[in-house]
């Protein structure tokens, strides 16, 4: 068997969804999906003429030729996302070949069902971002884009989606709909924010944060779990102040609370915060996030199995992170053929604990696939069926692809 063409398209959503299609000479299609990055369609170009040729089915040597080949070219994060992409396609044409699911050739599940963590995000606030999170306008959200085009002309009133009251309605929605586990942003505007760069949270805005996460709680009760992100947004001592108030809504983590690049302020978070603090969505590989668990700057890890470098090395990184007993909760804004890759590794790993969900103001997620809406009271089924396990709808891609990107030509 011969890799015989690897084909890529981008679907506009929330964030670019980069879709791979790897082809071989017998006839077999493998999917995957990488995390969005500037240039990342050439850089699959470049990739796939690379690994032509080769047999689909020696994925590791074929990932490892990938990433040294990258390496030497000094070739940063998009090229690990390209991989990663490229990588799952790989694992996908294997399990079709022996006819198991991924969670199969890995050796087995722990689960048949993989818990959802609902994105909340922050009032009414999901803009579709372009690869450099810029806001952009589609057809598909007309209402936000306008918006979002001319921030000066905008009447809408952006602190009123950020109170108490629109946190709660939000949570109680998502949980109308089955969820028992949600996430809210909290690096949000409100009234006494005092400079986007300087990272210090004034004396009035800490209580007023954590409140909105305390009439949550009172508002789920304590059956729903309850997580906040921060977005690398805040100083290490505001950090510290705003867990602290956080304590009475008994949350489940505290995520990025300061910038990833430093794992020792991440650490003196930690130890000081009465929240378990999450992180991970930054990284790529193995070894950064050996030093990660080494320093024991985290409770609970989040590695995004579109762009860590392979499915492969994601599952290598959660072992590691059983080592250090702590618990993965994947990153994960990708469609529903990223999503079910990380639905097989959270199946075969043991210490999954809950899968992020980012689309949940996107109308056509699930029509990406043929297989019906995954998600059923917070939960996706493990797949029975052969390899990933969905079959990718085309003619919806095609719906929404990015205007100037190849339409798996
Ligand atoms: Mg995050």
Not at 45 to 59: K, N, Q, S, T
Not at 254 to 264: A, K, R, T
Not at 341 to 356: M, Q, T
Request: net charge negative; glycine share 8%.
């Amino acid at each position: 068997m011969k890799i015989t063409r690897v084909a890529t398209a981008v679907v506009e959503a929330n964030f670019d969804w980069t879709i791979i299609r790897v082809e071989t000479d017998n006839g077999m299609v493998g999917w995957g999906e990488a995390f969005f990055a500037p240039g990342l369609t050439s850089t699959l170009r470049e990739l796939g003429e690379f690994i032509r040729g080769r047999d689909p089915r020696d994925i590791e040597p074929i990932r490892r030729d990938m990433a040294q080949a990258a390496s030497a070219a000094g070739a940063g994060g998009q090229v690990h996302h390209a991989i990663t992409g490229i990588e799952a396609a790989l694992w996908d044409i294997l399990g079709q070949h022996l006819k198991a699911p991924l969670w199969q050739v890995w050796g087995g599940k722990f689960r048949d069902h993989v818990a959802i963590y609902c994105d909340c995000h922050g009032g009414d606030a999901l803009e579709s971002l372009d690869s450099l999170l810029q806001p952009r306008e589609l057809e598909w959200d007309k209402s936000r884009s306008q918006w979002n085009a001319q921030p000066g002309t905008a009447t809408r009133d952006v602190l009123a989606e950020y109170t108490a009251e629109a946190y709660v309605k939000k949570a109680l929605q998502q949980v109308e709909k089955g969820f028992t586990f949600l996430k809210f942003d909290l690096d949000i505007p409100n009234p006494y924010s005092l400079d986007r760069y300087h990272r210090r949270l004034s004396v009035a805005e800490v209580p007023y944060l954590a409140q909105l996460m305390v009439d949550v709680r009172h508002a789920i009760g304590t059956e729903v779990e309850l997580a906040v992100d921060c977005h690398w947004k805040f100083s290490p001592d505001s950090s510290i102040q705003l867990a602290r108030a956080l304590e009475p809504a008994q949350l489940a983590w505290l995520e990025d609370p300061v910038p990833p690049y430093n794992l020792d302020a991440l650490k003196y978070v930690r130890d000081h915060s009465p929240v378990p603090i999450l992180s991970g969505e930054n990284l790529y590989g193995s070894h950064e996030f050996r030093s990660l668990f080494e320093r024991q700057a985290v409770a609970i890890v989040a590695p995004d199995f579109q762009k860590v470098g392979g499915l492969a090395e994601g599952r290598s990184i959660c072992h590691l992170a059983d080592q250090y007993f702590l618990p993965v909760a994947p990153h994960n804004i990708a469609s529903p053929i990223g999503t079910m890759a990380s639905v097989h590794i959270a199946a075969s790993i043991p210490n999954f604990l809950a899968l992020e969900w980012h689309s949940s103001d996107v109308p056509f997620w699930s029509d990406m696939i043929h297989d019906g809406d995954l998600i059923h009271q917070g939960l996706i089924a493990v797949p029975s069926r052969p390899g990933l396990g969905v079959t990718p709808n085309e003619h919806t891609m095609r719906l929404y692809a990015k205007p100037g990107e190849p339409f798996f030509e």
